[in-house]
T-cell receptor, first 112, second 114 residues
Framework: SQQGEEDPQALSIQEGENATMNCSYK?????LQWYRQNSGRGLVHLIL?????REKHSGRLRVTLDTSKKSSSLLITASRAADTASYFC????????????FGKGTKLTVNP | DAGVIQSPRHEVTEMGQEVTLRCKPI?????LFWYRQTMMRGLELLIY????????DSGMPEDRFSAKMPNASFSTLKIQPSEPRDSAVYFC????????????FGSGTQLSVL
């Protein structure tokens, strides 16, 4: 079953604009991760934020986490055509489970 | 490191045939995961191993699916007999360290069952 749900399902922007994707989840987590998938390729890890963190940065990526609302957002600043990909959030649940459960992703298109 | 290696990259087979997908995890990683990706259901966890032992196979859809990990550097996912609804991209991923840490994915096997 899906734990995370990304929103929107698809996003189209112009190069240079910022892209914001959201993720909502249902159960308590110990961390939340964002992955990127280029067409026809495997997923690549972007960033991990732990449940006791509220914000994290990595290059042009900014992730926020609101555990009270069970939601996270991924912001990509100054987008480039090469950022065109699908982006997935994945949650690691509390309670000792070692699974990562993925949402269905947001398909981002950055137009040159 | 070469990363997680999956083979074959593409597999086309006829309904009823046996299909075997292969995965070599990153050396030193003690967790291995098999996922299936479809448009309808997204990315589903099928099974995962820790130190070559299957820990959770609750995502395996039915008895036609089986997975093994005979040693730390090799795992297989077998479908016998295959059906058209098994058509999907199958990913293998590995990791080490604390639970829920980041996964390293292979490039996937695109399976088409005709």
């Amino acid at each position: 079953s899906q734990q995370g749900e990304e929103d929107p399902q698809a996003l189209s922007i112009q190069e240079g604009e910022n892209a914001t994707m959201n993720c909502s989840y249902k159960t308590s987590i110990n961390n939340l991760q964002w992955y990127r998938q280029n067409s026809g390729r495997g997923l690549v890890h972007l960033i991990l934020i732990r449940s006791n963190e509220r914000e994290k940065h990595s290059g042009r990526l900014r992730v926020t986490l609101d555990t009270s609302k069970k939601s996270s957002s991924l912001l990509i600043t100054a987008s480039r055509a090469a950022d065109t990909a699908s982006y997935f959030c994945a949650t690691g649940t509390q309670g000792g489970s070692e699974k990562l459960v993925f949402g269905k992703g947001t398909k981002l298109t950055v137009n040159p | 490191d070469a990363g997680v290696i999956q083979s074959p990259r593409h597999e086309v087979t006829e309904m009823g045939q046996e299909v075997t997908l292969r995965c070599k995890p990153i050396s030193g990683h003690d967790y291995l995961f098999w996922y299936r990706q479809t448009m309808m259901r997204g990315l589903e966890l099928l099974i995962y191993f820790n130190n070559n032992v299957p820990i959770d196979d609750s995502g395996m859809p039915e008895d036609r699916f089986s997975a093994k990990m005979p040693n730390a550097s090799f795992s297989t996912l077998k479908i016998q007999p295959s059906e058209p609804r098994d058509s999907a991209v199958y990913f293998c991923a590995s990791r080490s360290g604390q639970p829920n840490e980041k996964l390293f994915f292979g490039s996937g096997t695109q399976l088409s069952v005709l």
